[in-house]
């Protein structure tokens, strides 16, 4: 039998986590600084889930007589985004598992992250390389000691994704993880569908010509203010749940210029899709109704996860919200 839903139990964890995902940046706020995330208030939690409307994209996945979910998430997100609407709590509440990229509320997890984060094999940057991000990073309050440990591909991802916090998206808003705090106050089971070394292993460039070539590509990206504005675009669509705009991501985000920014698309999405699709359709097939939380961009073209899904034999329905 499975354990009732109880919708009071998860905010409580959100609450913690959030907290523990924005102390790291500075403990105080200048005025020059993005703001910092902060936890929710009892009252807060208890009006953002009364009041929650479904955001990001939905699919019924049935194969064997038995339905499962695919949702595609965002990581960076604004305050008021994060309580999942009726639909969508809908679908976790007739799931049994919730299977996230990376359960990051897993201590071994979240270990085994920051361990790889650091052994990754960073190639040496020229100084004037070096003195653009350290610029960029003071310009965003962050401190040298939290990107310092990180490949150059990560440091500039990080700051990619911190791009956008004087406009209110923030990572410690993210959607995923908020999900997993949403399984486990239900007494759902949680799974990660990767590890964290094929994480790092899918940031990680080939050569140092081509960590370089993407380091460019990113410093330009960050100085000119273009990926500021594509972090807004992109977590709006979500918000809005526009699936025709996010599938026609590559023509209008203006994000792979080189052919470095091309082949670390190919490691990110699709060289990472078909085993993704095989670990969602081995949870099912093992008799699960699995709740599988995965990035938005996963989820569109050929090599889509919903095209996967119906390749691997399954009926795959797009569920539209109701406004």
């Known amino acids: 039998m499975k354990k009732a839903f109880d919708r009071r139990r998860?905010?409580?964890?959100?609450?913690?986590?959030?907290?523990?995902?924005?102390?790291?940046?500075?403990?105080?706020?200048?005025?020059?600084c993005p703001p910092t995330a902060e936890a929710f208030t009892?009252?807060?939690?208890?009006s953002g889930a009364r009041d929650a409307r479904d955001r990001g994209f939905l699919w019924r996945i049935t194969r064997g007589g038995r339905s499962s979910w695919?949702?595609?998430?965002?990581?960076?997100?604004?305050?008021?985004?994060?309580?999942?609407?009726?639909?969508?709590?809908?679908?976790?509440?007739?799931?049994?598992?919730?299977?996230?990229?990376?359960?990051m509320l897993d201590p071994e997890f979240a270990r085994r992250l920051g361990e790889g984060m650091a052994a990754l094999p960073g190639a040496p940057l020229p100084e004037p390389m070096r003195q653009?991000?350290?610029?960029?990073?003071?310009?965003?309050?962050?401190?040298a000691q939290m990107l310092a440990p990180l490949s150059p591909e990560l440091q500039v991802s990080t700051l990619t994704v911190l791009a956008a916090r004087r406009d209110g998206i923030d990572p410690s808003y993210g959607i995923d993880a908020v999900l997993g705090g949403f399984g486990r106050g239900s007494g759902k089971t949680v799974v990660s569908l990767e590890t964290p070394e094929q994480q790092l292993s899918a940031l990680q460039m080939p050569s140092p010509q081509e960590t370089l070539a993407f380091v460019e590509s990113g410093l330009q990206d960050l100085e000119s203010g273009r990926a500021r504005p594509l972090v807004l675009r992109l977590t709006q669509i979500?918000?809005?749940a526009d699936f025709e705009t996010l599938s026609g991501y590559e023509?209008?985000?203006?994000?792979?210029?080189?052919?470095?920014?091309?082949?670390?698309?190919?490691?990110?999405l699709d060289d990472r899709n078909p085993p993704l699709a095989d670990a969602i359709a081995a949870i099912h097939n093992g008799g699960k109704q699995v709740f599988a939380a995965v990035g938005s961009l996963h989820m569109i073209g050929p090599l889509g996860l919903p095209a996967l899904m119906a390749q691997r034999g399954f009926s795959v329905e797009r569920v539209r919200f109701t406004p």
């Open 42 to 46: 009892q009252a807060q939690l208890q």
């Open 238 to 240: 979500w918000a809005d």
């Open 132 to 143: 653009r991000l350290a610029r960029l990073a003071d310009a965003e309050c962050i401190p």
């Open 70 to 103: 695919l949702y595609g998430t965002v990581h960076a997100g604004k305050r008021d985004w994060v309580f999942p609407g009726p639909q969508v709590t809908q679908a976790l509440k007739a799931s049994d598992t919730v299977a996230l990229e990376l359960d």
């Open 10 to 32: 998860w905010p409580r964890g959100l609450a913690a986590l959030l907290m523990v995902c924005s102390a790291g940046l500075h403990a105080q706020t200048p005025a020059s």
């Open 251 to 268: 023509s209008w985000c203006e994000c792979l210029k080189t052919e470095a920014d091309r082949a670390q698309q190919t490691r990110l």
